[in-house]
């Protein structure tokens, strides 16, 4: 298996899929690729500044409360652990970056997991990347990004705590930030708006999965 995307347009799903998720179950912890699970289905990531919602976005996805550690302290997560969805691909929680009080060896072994993860999984299908909606897009998130671009790794955008402004300081929020990213990238890669607490964009997030899914294995048939 290795990467299935190279440009935004063929990230854009055909056909929606309908996507439930009827079980998710702990697949193991890892600091590098060779500690992944053996087991191997396509990967879709999830990873964002330290506080920006992960672990609760991951949990509202996954109906599960306690799946992914939730905490007022931002940083928790040290890891890329690893779900299996359906017993049909992973979800993959990766550590935040941007922890300003973590120590600079701390930053720099987190920002390794994470390169390590990002660069080398065969698996990863796409990268979801979460940016607090209710703030300008930060030089880090931004750093971030045209490190992904560089890289060539598949990404959506995903804006989150999407409940605490209201609907129009929202969409000019959002707008606001699509015309900063589109300042460097021709086309706008995928992007969703969520709220843990509402359950907004839930549906549309793995829906869009759901369809990713369906056409590798479209692909896969051919």
């Known amino acids: 298996m290795s990467r299935f995307f190279s440009t935004f347009a063929d990230l854009i799903p055909i056909v929606q899929q309908d996507m439930k998720i009827t079980e998710a179950l702990f697949a193991g912890s890892s600091t590098r690729i060779s500690e992944k699970p053996k087991q191997k289905f396509p990967e879709f990531a999830f990873i964002g500044r330290s506080n920006v919602g992960k672990s609760s976005l991951i949990n509202m996805l996954c109906n599960n409360r306690k799946l992914a550690m939730t905490s007022s302290t931002p940083g928790k997560t040290r890891l890329v652990n690893h779900f299996l969805v359906n017993r049909q691909w992973y979800l993959v929680d990766l550590p935040g970056y941007g922890y300003a009080k973590m120590s600079m060896s701390g930053r720099q072994k987190l920002a390794q997991i994470i390169r390590n ?99 590798l294995g479209k692909d896969t048939d051919k």
């Open 117 to 215: 993860y990002i660069n080398l999984s065969q698996e990863l299908v796409m990268l979801f990347v979460l940016i607090d909606s209710r703030h300008d897009i930060g030089k880090a998130d931004m750093d971030f990004l045209m490190e992904l671009g560089e890289a060539r790794i598949p990404f959506g955008i995903i804006f989150t705590k999407g409940d605490k402004l209201g609907p129009e300081a929202l969409k000019r929020q959002i707008q606001k930030n699509v015309e900063t990213i589109l300042g460097f990238w021709e086309e706008m890669p995928p992007y969703f708006i969520s709220s843990s607490e509402k359950g907004m964009g839930k549906e549309e997030i793995l829906d869009y999965i759901g369809s990713v899914l369906e056409s």
